[in-house]
């Protein structure tokens, strides 16, 4: 069965830290991957995703991701975190061939200390 | 332009009762999924409509079922309910099969 792991449950930063959440997959075949925040308070939001191409990929707010195949891992970067990152990060992952049922990761939360 | 909006917001049942949430997809989106949050857990994936149909589902007992509307919004229907249906229920619609789900606020379920 697919899994998604997300190795922090709870990760604490001082501001300009660098980020790095880890996550790993398990899937043989080829997969769409995404992660999603969900700021205090707020819905679920799409921060990045990858479907082909390009290994690397950028989201929004200066967040990137890089997909390894070879690794089944997809980890989110930030260079340099805000207090404004405060939140819940979830890791997803889908068949490329049954596109309905995302997978999600038990969440990282982030706390950024000013 | 509305994202995706679900109700109601809140909702307290007790055990044994029926209960049915409510979806509406972002605008020019036909297809919806629906998930459940457990308290401190990912999302789980109930099931998806598309055309009308389900389409996909993930496991969930017969208890919990759905609709979708010829406008594309959707119920989620989950009866004889038990404590452990307590959670965040939440509804992700997108532009087809294919494309990334974009999510609602949720309902938050209580069970008693």
């Known amino acids: 069965a697919q899994s998604v792991s997300q190795h922090n449950h709870h990760v604490i930063l001082s501001e300009a830290a660098s980020l790095e959440l880890g996550c790993n997959y398990s899937?043989?075949?080829?997969?769409?991957l995404f992660w999603y925040v969900q700021y205090p308070g707020q819905h679920l939001q799409l921060l990045l995703k990858?479907?082909?191409?390009?290994?690397l990929v950028k989201g929004i707010k200066g967040f990137e991701a890089e997909f390894i195949k070879s690794k089944f891992s997809f980890n989110l970067r930030k260079p340099s975190v805000q207090w404004s990152d405060t939140a819940e990060y979830f890791c997803?992952?889908?068949?490329?061939?049954?596109?309905?049922?995302?997978?999600f990761g038990q969440g990282t939360t982030l706390q950024v200390k000013p | 332009d509305a994202g995706v909006t679900q109700s109601p917001t809140h909702l307290i049942k007790t055990r044994g009762q029926q209960v049915t949430l409510r979806c509406s997809p972002k605008s020019g989106h036909d297809t919806v999924s629906w998930y459940q949050q457990a308290l401190g857990q990912g999302p789980q994936f109930i099931f998806q409509?598309?055309?009308?149909?389900?389409?996909q589902r993930g496991n969930f007992p017969d208890r919990f079922s759905g609709h979708q509307f010829p406008n594309y919004s959707s119920e989620l229907n989950v009866n004889a309910l038990l404590l452990g249906d307590s959670a965040l229920y939440l509804c992700a619609s997108s532009p087809a099969l294919v494309y990334e789900q974009y999510f609602g606020p949720g309902t938050r379920l209580t069970v008693t």
């Open positions: 990858y479907f082909s191409g390009d290994p």
């Open positions: 409509y598309y055309e009308e149909e389900e389409r």
């Open positions: 997803a992952v889908r068949s490329s061939s049954n596109t309905g049922k995302l997978i």
């Open positions: 899937y043989g075949g080829t997969v769409n």
